[in-house]
């Protein structure tokens, strides 16, 4: 569509995957079995967590809201994505897209609050074990994770907020299989330059994580390699989420298929992993995960 500077589109269509209809439908399986791994093993996770009261620590506790934030964030994307793909059902309102796009980086922050207090909570656990309790009672719990729930909501309502304020008259159609936030605005008439600031915030944000592993000190490293893991598989997704997120400021020859990949497996694979690192790395969920395949094979 050529610019018209007196209208704004409300109506969008995610353009998703380029190729013949075919090749579409054949993606369709891929992406609809990593979303139903990452459905049924994090309800697994949760379900196990929730029904032993052994598990109810702050630790298991603190996995249970991480499987329910990796339960959560596909739901947000991936069925729309998959009726792209089948039925190119691909047209999305502007109040649709902003909503998608608050809640997909609403809960990507909890993501790293969650691992943040993961860290933290074996960082308590084995460099100050006579005050463990007193530092992960719930009352500080509560402080420490609704505070930065709240500074994320309100900085996120910011980011959204000035996409919303945007006139789209460059085209209504979103390079994308999902509402990301700089596909959207990259479709605005002015400057975008203030609304550039969330690749900033992401970077920041993990980067305060490692620098407080390296100067925690040698004996407390300890905290954190039974998070090593999940921080690797963290790490993984954000170079997924940069290299996605810069592709849009930096010329590239990224071919656009290419990069619907990378977009999207900045959010499944730590929505896939996750529940299988919890399940092999943690030997009380991984005992009760295997007690459950036993007494399903039993029943007939």
Known sequence: HLPT?????TDFILSG?????????????????????????????????????ALHSPMYLLICVM??????????????????????????????????????????????????????DRFYAICTPLHYNEHMRFSAFLKFVIIPMLRNAVFISAIVGLARSL?????????????????????????????????????????????????SGRSCQKAFSTCITHIIVMFVGLIFALTSF??????????????????????????CLNPIIYGIRTKEIRQQVIKAMKCGKKSP
């Open 67 to 120: 499987a329910f934030v990796d339960l959560v964030i596909p739901i947000f994307f991936v069925p729309n994505m998959l009726l792209n793909l089948l039925f190119n059902w691909n047209h999305i309102s502007l109040m649709g897209c902003l909503v998608q796009m608050f809640c997909i980086h609403f809960f990507q922050s909890v993501q790293s609050t969650v691992l943040l207090w993961m860290a933290l």
């Open 246 to 271: 810069l592709s849009y400021r930096i010329k590239n020859d990224m071919s656009f298929n290419s990069h619907m990949v990378i977009s999207t497996m900045y959010l499944l694979v730590p929505a």
């Open 167 to 215: 006139s789209y008259c460059q085209s209504n159609e979103i390079k994308h299989c999902f509402c990301e936030h700089m596909a959207l605005v990259t479709l605005a008439c002015g400057p975008i330059y203030v609304n550039t600031a969330d690749v900033l915030f992401i970077v920041v944000s993990y980067v305060r994580i490692f620098v407080s592993l390296f100067k």
């Open 17 to 53: 995957f380029s190729g013949p209809k075919e090749w579409k439908q054949l993606l369709f399986i891929p992406f609809f079995l990593l979303f139903v791994m990452s459905i049924t093993a994090n309800s697994m996770i949760i379900f196990i967590i929730l029904s032993h009261r």
């Open 5 to 9: 500077r007196n209208i704004s589109h």
